[in-house]
T-cell receptor
Framework: GENVEQHPSTLSVQEGDSAVIKCTYS??????FPWYKQELGKRPQLIID?????GEKKDQRIAVTLNKTAKHFSLHITETQPEDSAVYFC??????????????FGKGTKLSVIP | SAVISQKPSRDICQRGTSLTIQCQVD?????MFWYRQQPGQSLTLIAT?????????ESGFVIDKFPISRPNLTFSTLTVSNMSPEDSSIYLC?????????FGPGTRLTVT
């Protein structure tokens, strides 16, 4: 089955700096890679995703890049703000019809943005 | 995205008892899942709730302990049976149509 590794487990940045979280996956059949943000006591929220036919996707201050050859994808947050502080989870899924349609999650990265 | 609600939002239960968690979605969805999240941990899939048939359980989870129902495309229940303190966790319903997957607010369960 799929295995997703996520690094780092914790990340502290100064407000205004950039943050990068990296994930690797094992199953080359995975073709959908979402990122979730979970604030304390809240549900995970889908913030951005990327499909295997795209190398990069941006949405305002956040971007995700995908390298299918190396089987890794990354989340980039620019101009970080205190409200970006949360736990971020990456995930991978095979949506080709041959897979189980299940998301496999990384272990999470706790991002702290220091004012 | 679909609006997902769960009941109850939290509960404190005694060991040996059972609790049924309800998940309601405001629109029909193809897939529904149940996850467990221990404090400070990632999300662990318990099972996929299949409409009109038995749920598909992940390794380490069994139907006798976590019976699941899904009578239609907008509703599912998860029962945590014969509870022990190790079952204390947050239980989340999740739904997906095509690619995107969304989560309910969760049920915080404490077993004493």
């Amino acid at each position: 089955g799929e295995n997703v590794e996520q690094h780092p487990s914790t990340l502290s940045v100064q407000e205004g700096d950039s943050a990068v979280i990296k994930c690797t996956y094992s199953d080359s059949a995975s073709n959908y890679f979402p990122w979730y943000k979970q604030e304390l006591g809240k549900r995970p929220q889908l913030i951005i995703d990327i499909r295997s036919n795209v190398g990069e996707k941006k949405d305002q201050r956040i971007a995700v890049t995908l390298n299918k050859t190396a089987k890794h994808f990354s989340l980039h947050i620019t101009e970080t703000q205190p409200e970006d502080s949360a736990v971020y989870f990456c995930a991978a899924k095979d949506y080709s019809g041959a897979g189980s349609y299940q998301l496999t999650f990384g272990k999470g990265t706790k991002l702290s943005v220091i004012p | 995205s679909a609006v997902i609600s769960q009941k109850p939002s939290r509960d404190i239960c005694q060991r040996g008892t059972s609790l049924t968690i309800q998940c309601q979605v405001d629109s029909q969805v193809t897939m529904m899942f149940w996850y467990r999240q221990q404090p400070g941990q990632s999300l662990t899939l318990i099972a996929t709730a299949n409409q009109g048939s038995e749920a598909t359980y992940e390794s380490g989870f069994v139907i006798d302990k976590f019976p699941i129902s899904r009578p239609n495309l907008t509703f599912s229940t998860l029962t945590v049976s014969n509870m022990s303190p190790e079952d204390s966790s947050i239980y989340l319903c999740s739904v997906a149509d095509f690619y995107e997957q969304y989560f309910g607010p969760g049920t915080r369960l404490t077993v004493t």
